[in-house]
């Protein structure tokens, strides 16, 4: 070839320039279709807009045979339906079809509560209608489920602690339109979830007002030190919708949250938290509860879950009853206390080999971070004389950022706690729950963080009923 000569693009191989083309995005791809009659013709290979369709919108093979359309075809009709929401789409469709996938076949009877998705009109009419912009990424999550009927168990986490119980229905935008606030304190605040039994609510701040960040998701939590009852704390749950929805689904699939009797428990298990001591292995999972707790004056209400195991190939010899159990707790502030006391939440469980047993209890804390750690003491079936320890590990209890209101009218004062297994929660299993004292957070403090508003509907329906 001589030196002077030009090489013209629709001169080249129809392969290479494919596979160039592969590495372009969908809008470069559309800008080369404009620069030549070649290119405009390779840009609409099928297996191009393959790829995108599946990288942009989770399309699959059967989804192209059931539209009937060629792949370019397809990325058009969604980008025209969903193109405002590009960024968010993936991310959000995928979250909704691991959750799919897991809820089929852990929870079942959960998937008959979620509604279809919202259309663009209907979501249009609810910005109207509250005045308020919604952001794109909850939009993206409502054109795919418009949130959940009003039913229990909640899509959105549950947790039951003796006489208290709390269930989470992810709200449908109609719903949640109903509660828009515009109230002093809660201005400018759309519900994302309700509970029927406590009246809380999770809440997503739409405009960055009152000392909230736009879009950030929250519990509200009254100061019961204020005289100004519009000075309303904030337990942070997320810095976005997506962030707030994605990395709940995350742990559900991902096995983190236990499932109790068909509904999602928002326990934790810290990574680490598991001890053995001879055949017997006892792991920890805890959970804050928001509804229980208050920032000013300083309440911080957590519940934990232990699980005892002995080991199915123990000897028949092993066999052991728990005594006794001893506490050291250590709060945040560096305050060190000790508690020990007979068997655990008034019960004295018997371990065989393989068996397990499990239990739920509670404390409260006047700091926001702590742990606690400490031994159960059991001795022999076959010898009473032949007593020993069973570590119980370290497992830390934190609850989520919290802020202040812009004004505050009067300064936080200093809070109670309780933190003897005598005062805890008795459950096992969250089968036969035996009471709790509940005299640090009475039946007034739950109407003082329950929601100013109500769903028109008065009462859910069990699904396992």
């Not at 590495?23 to 290119?39: A, N, P, Q, T, W």
Request: include cysteine; charge should be negative.
């Amino acid at each position: 070839m001589s030196a002077n000569a030009e090489l013209r693009m629709d001169q080249l191989p129809s392969d290479p320039l494919l596979h160039i083309l592969s590495f372009l995005g969908f809008r470069d791809l559309i800008h080369c279709s404009f620069v030549s009659r070649r290119l405009y013709d390779l840009s609409k290979h099928n297996p191009l807009w393959r790829s995108l369709c599946c990288k942009h919108w989770l399309l699959t093979e059967a989804d192209q045979l059931q539209s009937g359309a060629s792949w370019h075809c397809l990325f058009r009709r969604y980008y025209v339906d969903l193109g405002r929401y590009l960024q968010y789409y993936p991310g959000l469709k995928k979250a909704w079809e691991q959750l799919m996938v897991f809820l089929q076949q852990r929870c079942p009877r959960m998937i008959a509560s979620l509604k279809d998705g919202a259309t663009e009109v209907e979501l249009n009419d609810i910005e109207v209608q509250i005045g308020c912009r919604l952001p794109d990424d909850y939009r993206c999550s409502y054109r795919i489920h418009n949130g959940q009927k009003l039913v229990i168990p909640g899509l959105m986490g549950s947790m039951s602690l003796s006489n208290h119980y709390r269930s989470e229905v992810l709200l449908d935008v109609e719903t949640a339109a109903g509660g828009f606030q515009q109230r002093k304190g809660m201005r400018r605040c759309l519900p994302l979830t309700f509970c029927f039994h406590t009246g809380v609510s999770q809440y997503m701040a739409l405009e960055p007002a009152e000392g909230r960040r736009v879009y950030e998701s929250f519990y509200p939590c009254p100061d019961q030190t204020a005289q100004d009852p519009s000075a309303i704390d904030m337990f942070i749950t997320g810095s976005s919708f997506f962030e707030w929805f994605t990395s709940y689904v995350h742990n559900v699939v991902t096995g983190e949250y236990p499932i109790i009797r068909d509904q999602i428990f928002r326990y934790v298990h810290e990574d680490g938290c598991v001890e053995t001591t001879g055949d017997i292995t006892v792991s920890v999972s805890t959970s804050f509860l928001p509804e229980l707790s208050s920032v000013h004056p300083p309440h911080f209400f957590f519940t934990y879950r232990i699980r005892m195991e002995m080991s199915v190939a123990a000897s028949s010899e092993a066999s052991c009853q728990l005594d006794s159990r001893y506490w050291k707790i250590t709060t945040s502030d560096g305050n060190v206390e000790e508690v020990q006391g007979p068997g655990v939440v008034g019960e004295f469980p018997v371990m065989t080999p393989g068996k397990v047993h499990e239990y739920a209890s509670c404390t409260t804390f006047s700091t926001p971070t702590e742990y606690m750690e400490g031994h159960y003491t059991f001795h022999r079936l076959a010898n009473k004389e032949e007593v020993f320890q069973v570590a119980i590990p370290r497992f830390h209890m934190t609850c989520p950022p919290f802020r202040e209101p812009l004004v505050r009218t009067k300064v936080a004062s200093s809070a109670s706690r309780f933190d003897r297994d005598d005062d805890f929660c008795d459950e096992d299993d969250f089968g036969h729950q035996r009471g709790i004292n509940m005299a640090a957070r009475g039946s007034s403090d739950l109407r003082e963080t329950s929601s100013s508003w109500k769903p028109d509907r008065q009462y859910a329906k069990s699904q396992n009923d």
